[in-house]
């Protein structure tokens, strides 16, 4: 997709979210490079150049704006937080208390933030879903209830099967009848993403700032009839594998097991995306001819859409019968990014 000077100028003018991503702009003038979206006061056309890559405009010379932190990802998980993270993944009995968090140079207040805006709950509420997550795994390998709850740091049994009930609505000795769906956030070069999995697959993964990822996760939960929880999951350690790797260019074909939800049409036009070779692109006419049902194009995009394990079922493979890109869940530049990735490690 080429842009224009003309067009990168006017969506820099307009502050467009659309084109995150898609380009940088350096400033002559000033010498510093900025996002479209950058609120700082927008120069004239002539002492402008655009990018496509912050690393051409550092080679160039230009230094990232402080106003808009163009060499940050807004959504990302701060190292700090990674930390706790894996702390917490390494040993879920962990109880880590605001005087620890001052210990570590953290805020607790500014941690309780971002845990809420970014799951929805404060960070001890966190530790506590971590926690019983992994008591329920205990719990549906044999444990006994009386081992699960103390290895995973609960004080009391009590405790343990009132925090169980409050989500279960069954007490631990029942727990077998139930179901979880593990959830964690993976960094990649284009954005954070968010990633679910049960034992048998991945059954989402979304960039994080997908408008209907609510809905889809809603969609999962129902079909299931499982709750969502943060927890650790063994396809988990094998999908950010072989996401590094396919990032990297070291990888063309994805392994890791998938449990995708959908009708019986949709799963049918995901296998066909899945058959998409690396670094090429299809229409959506010809994803219906491959189906057998030429009419149907307006159903295979519609069933495109709805796909929720992106990169692995490569929806971004597909475009235009004119050639050109569309519509595409985690934003256009994405799409953008991730053909041109693809076909730099072919060509």
């Known amino acids: 997709m080429e842009l224009s000077a003309e067009l990168m100028y006017q969506a820099s003018f307009d502050k467009n979210p659309d084109f995150e991503g898609v380009f940088w702009m350096g400033v002559k003038t000033t010498g510093i490079f900025c996002r479209p979206t950058c609120n700082a006061r927008k120069p004239k056309p002539e002492n402008v150049e655009f990018f496509s890559h912050t690393k051409e405009a550092i080679l160039k010379g230009y230094r990232p704006c402080k106003v808009c932190k163009p060499l940050e990802n807004p959504e990302g998980t701060p190292p700090a ?12 009995s962990l109880k880590i208390k605001d005087y620890d968090l001052v210990q570590r140079g953290l805020e607790p207040a500014a941690v309780r933030r971002w845990f809420l805006k970014h799951h929805g709950i404060t960070f001890h ?122 990032f990297e260019g070291t990888r063309q074909q994805f392994t890791v097991p998938l449990s995708p939800v959908g009708t019986d049409f949709q799963l049918k036009v995901w296998e066909v995306l899945r058959n998409i070779p690396y670094g090429t692109t299809r229409s959506y006419q010809e994803q219906a001819n491959i189906l057998g049902s030429p009419k149907s194009v307006r159903a295979v995009a519609n069933a495109n859409g709805l796909n929720k394990i992106s990169i692995i079922i490569p929806c971004h493979r597909v475009i235009g019968s004119n050639g050109l890109l569309t519509g595409y869940g985690g934003g256009v530049w994405r799409k953008q990014k991730l053909l041109e990735l693809e076909k730099s490690i072919l060509f």
Request: charged share 25%; glycine share 6%; net charge negative.
């Open 125 to 246: 509420a966190f530790q506590r879903m971590f926690k019983l997550n992994s008591a329920f795994k205990k719990l549906n390998s044999g444990e006994h209830v009386t081992d699960a709850a103390f290895e995973c740091g609960y004080e009391s049994l009590s405790g343990f099967g009132e925090s169980f009930k409050n989500i279960f609505g069954v007490a631990p000795s029942q727990g077998k009848s139930e179901k979880v769906i593990d959830l964690k956030r993976i960094e990649t070069p284009l954005g954070t993403m968010i990633a679910c999995a049960d034992e048998n697959g991945i059954c989402l993964l979304e960039f994080s700032d997908r408008k209907a990822l609510p809905t889809e996760l809603k969609d999962i939960s129902r079909h299931f009839k499982a709750n969502i929880m943060q927890g650790d999951n063994p396809h988990f350690k094998t999908l950010e594998k072989e996401l590094a790797e396919y």
């Open 81 to 92: 937080i990674q930390q706790l993270l894996s702390e917490l993944s390494a040993d879920p």
